[in-house]
């Protein structure tokens, strides 16, 4: 089939998987780093990956916009359509050999994917969410994981700590604390494999980190709010809680609002 004629949702998992494929060929290598401040880095690997994503966007989608974790904004200026991209969600796992990380895709407001290099991948249409076999994603908290993001910085402090949410004695009581240290846990959260993610932050709708995780829980069926449990993209969201149903989002937001005071 053509590139161009690939439907939104083909072209996020083919650009994924492009990446994927990099991220997973120069696993284990000793890579060259770029210093980017306090603490921040990315390898030869995060910017190998980016190429390879955007040589399928150029060539399946040569009007729209592009912002990349690596290379900034780029493509068609005041393109009406933005791919966000990060190429390697999880750098500072990937460089001490840890193989949990992502690759994300997403077309914002649409069609989004996320690439486990190591396990494969999770898509959607912006509508349905599936795994790479087609079978549509079905979260439960069945599992009772909760991955919370512990990385600095920590904007909502001393209102809001993630580490108190894990001292908290409601969470102790009724979930197991997990921290991946890359937005995998989303997918799998829409996945059923956690009952809920928990970050600090600011609005992460237009994420490059965020925004296919997002995409793909909302997909999928799960509830997704800021930390304050406004629907996250509207104005005054910061952060995110995204659960694999109802009951689950109420009691982890009950807790967080006594955090808060």
Not at 92 to 113: F, I, T
Not at 185 to 209: E, F, I, M
Not at 225 to 251: K, N, Q, S
Request: glycine content about 14%.
């Amino acid at each position: 089939m053509i590139i161009q004629e690939l439907s939104d949702a083909e072209v996020a998992a083919t650009a994924a998987r492009a990446g994927a494929e990099v991220v997973r060929g120069l696993y284990g290598r000793e890579l060259d780093r770029v210093d980017k401040g306090a603490g921040d880095f990315a390898t030869a690997a995060d910017l190998a990956a980016e190429r390879a994503i955007l040589d399928v966007l150029r060539a399946a989608r040569p009007d729209d916009a592009v912002l990349g974790e690596e290379g900034g904004a780029q493509g068609a200026a005041g393109g009406r359509r933005q791919w966000l991209v990060d190429p390697l969600c999880g750098t500072l796992n990937y460089a001490v050999g840890n193989k949990l990380v992502a690759v994300n895709v997403a077309l914002r407001g649409g069609a989004a994917a996320v690439a486990d290099p190591f396990g494969g991948l999770f898509r959607t249409d912006g509508t349905t969410a599936w795994d790479e076999d087609g079978e549509v994603l079905a979260p439960t908290a069945a599992t009772g994981l909760v991955d919370v993001n512990l990385d600095p910085p920590f904007p909502g402090a001393p209102g809001f700590r993630a580490v108190d949410l894990l001292a908290h004695p409601d969470f102790v009581a009724g979930f197991r604390p997990r921290v991946v240290s890359t937005t995998l846990a989303l997918a799998w959260v829409a996945a059923g494999r956690r009952a809920a993610y928990v970050t600090d932050g600011g609005d992460l709708s237009g994420s490059v980190h965020f925004a296919a995780g997002i995409a793909l829980c909302r997909a999928a069926g799960c509830v997704v709010t800021g930390l304050d449990g406004t629907p996250v993209g509207e104005d005054g969201a910061r952060g995110l809680v995204a659960a694999a149903d109802t009951a689950t989002h109420a009691r982890l937001m009950t807790m967080i609002r006594s955090l808060a005071g």
